[in-house]
């Protein structure tokens, strides 16, 4: 992504970036196939980690945030990549031209998801507004996934929904938001689109090493193709009212960037204005 905005043969700064790609889904608000749309990505593994067994029977995870001492505290030492926030105004766009994709579906998918509790998870594929968590470990189970989802709602002061699971989010959000301070992107032009593989914990009865290892929750197909299915509206939607929509942008309802404020505004979240104006 960085060669890409630093290649002087583009100029990107009036164009929309689609981040799409799939992903695990809490089962508490979404299911295999569905398409889910980020307004904050969460770097969750970006703490302290101990491993459960070792830190005592007090805690129920062994990631507690820098600069504290136990979960649930706001972190005091911040590196700034912790959680980046995205046009809201925008995705609610992005959302409703999604939902006049047809969505794909498996039978493999519509049996293991009939193994879970919650609606959210029995149900077949939909469009969702929820968020995302980034973390170079491919993980897996309620333990890490119960801690994260906190961690979500922790750094993000309660607005976050803990929802999809992947690994590049932060990371192209962090180019982004750098070539947006050199002029080079616009930030307030991002959409991040996720379509569920599989589940981030196992249903009732499984455990989560054969849930992940032995277990076809049959999302993986469904969730390539959902890509398309629900990421071509957005892209004719953009394309066909750019001259009367898009092309002056879509001014942002709510805070853009990251922890820092550093491409301007207050950022909703954080232990803001103690770091001071950025």
Sequence with gaps: MSSLVLDETFDLRSTYFLIAGIAGVNPELGTTGSVLFARFEVQVALQYEFDV?????????????????VPGEYPKAIYGTEVF???????????????????????????????????????????VACDGATSDVYYSGPTLAEAFGNFTSLITNGTGKYCSTA?????????????????????????????????????????????????????FLPSLANLYLAGIPIINGIVKEWESVFAKGIKPTNYIGDIFGSIGGIPDFGPYPYFGEA
């Excluded at 067994?53 to 001492?69: A, C, E, H, L, Q």
């Design 53 to 69: 067994r070792d830190i005592g029977s007090n805690f129920s995870t062994g990631y507690i945030p820098y600069g504290v001492k």
């Design 85 to 127: 926030e995205v046009n809201d105004a925008l995705r609610s766009i992005a959302i409703d031209f999604a939902k006049t994709a047809v969505l794909n579906d498996s039978s493999d998918a519509q049996a293991y998801r009939a193994n879970y509790v919650s609606t959210a998870a029995t149900h077949g594929p939909s469009i």
């Design 167 to 219: 690994q590049e989010d932060s990371a192209i959000l962090e180019s982004l938001l750098r070539a947006t301070k050199a002029n080079l992107v616009d930030f307030s032009r991002i959409i991040v689109m996720r379509t569920a593989a599989n589940f981030d914990r196992p249903p009732p009865g499984i455990s989560a090493y054969d849930h992940f290892f032995y277990k076809n929750a049959g999302g």
